[in-house]
């Protein structure tokens, strides 16, 4: 007997399917016969979209932050998102609170440490050479196999003070001693320049607020791709959204895309305040900026499902397959009028908006707001 089936969900490919549930994970995916034995059906009646579960590969939501805090279920379940990433914002002096903190949240909460002990306690935490100790980043990383998914670097002027790029070499050599985990590097305001920043990395690197307005960004000022960038990428060196307060330009996006440079993964990089005041307010709202600026709703629900999973290694997860871990998303994509802003102050008009219904976390089927506004389920 299954714990839960989910009948006539539409796929983005706008076919219907039928997805069983057992102990945690998926058992079946097709079309299952009327009978077949479960404990609770859910049927969608071919009215909702249902995908893998959303990851966010860029959050803050250590709540004891005192500049970008969260709770890890605002920006988790209650928008849909079935997984999150906090990007650095608790380094060895408070990763152990941060993860006692996760274990009461529904949403999965996975971390990149930041390679300063002391986290987003400041915004210089790299200004100091002395706060990367990298035997204690090696005992905390070895101490929460599963939680600690990587290793975060924040290369821009303000964090780094007059350390340059020495902060991102002490970050590879890390990277290299702990099982080449996978490492997130914010760009922002130089010095440090991008392209001395994207020589440094390798395969498997996430070069998080790609599509930044700042003039330290991937364009050259001709609109070209930069030629480190270039060389970066058929490194296998991946591109991250991390919208954010301050790092995403629709401008950027527009010409990227239409030079082929598509995102890996799409991610908020949401907190508080932006979550609250914009322009982020939720992963699904960066999502469904996307669907303004060139990317098809498939290409979309991939960056936050398998392609996310393979950036972070979740090999359980991000996949509508049996076996895998029965985290899911619910949604409706919605037609009419809408207004999106970027973090440049620019407002682009749009006709599509993704509203997520509901996260599914091993099985456990949790209802957004909307869902419980649309009044679609019955369990």
Known sequence: ??????????????????????????????????????????????????????????????PSSPIYHDEPDLVGVASGVTSVVDAGSTGTDDIDEFYTLT????????????????????????????????????????????????????MSSSVVGQNGTKPLVLAKEIQQENQQLPLMVHIGNNPPDLDEIADLLTQGDIITHCYNGKPN??????????????????????LDV????????????????????????ISSDIYCRNRMAGPVHSLAAVMSKFLT?????????????????????????????????????????????QVFADSEGESVNGEQLLVPLAAVVAGEVLLTDEGKAANVFSL
């Open 1 to 62: 007997m299954y714990d839960l089936i989910i009948r006539r969900a539409r796929l983005v490919d706008d076919s219907l399917i039928d997805v069983a549930i057992e102990a945690g994970k998926i058992a079946a995916v097709g079309h299952l016969p009327a009978e077949a034995s479960t404990r609770r059906q859910l049927d969608l009646a071919g009215n909702c979209c249902l995908s893998a579960g959303w990851i966010d590969a860029h959050v803050h939501c250590y």
């Open 103 to 154: 274990r009461n949240a529904k949403t999965n909460v996975f971390a990149f440490l930041n390679i300063s002990r002391i986290g987003l306690l400041r915004q210089n935490e790299l200004a100091d050479l002395a706060d990367i100790n990298k035997q204690e980043v090696k005992r905390a990383i070895d101490g929460k196999p599963g939680f600690i998914i990587g290793i975060k670097a924040r």
């Open 217 to 238: 960004r991937i364009l050259t000022p001709a609109g070209t791709l930069r030629e480190s960038i270039q060389r970066a990428l058929k490194r296998g060196v991946l």
């Open 242 to 265: 991390g919208h954010g307060t301050a790092s995403f330009s629709f401008e950027v996006a527009r010409q990227a895309i239409a030079l082929g440079i598509f995102p890996h993964t």
């Open 293 to 337: 600026v060139g990317l098809t709703l498939p290409q979309v629900i991939s960056c936050v499902t398998e392609n996310a999973a393979a950036a972070l290694r979740l090999t359980t997860k991000g996949q509508l397959k049996p076996g895998f871990d029965a985290d899911l998303t619910i949604f409706e994509l919605r037609r009419g009028p």
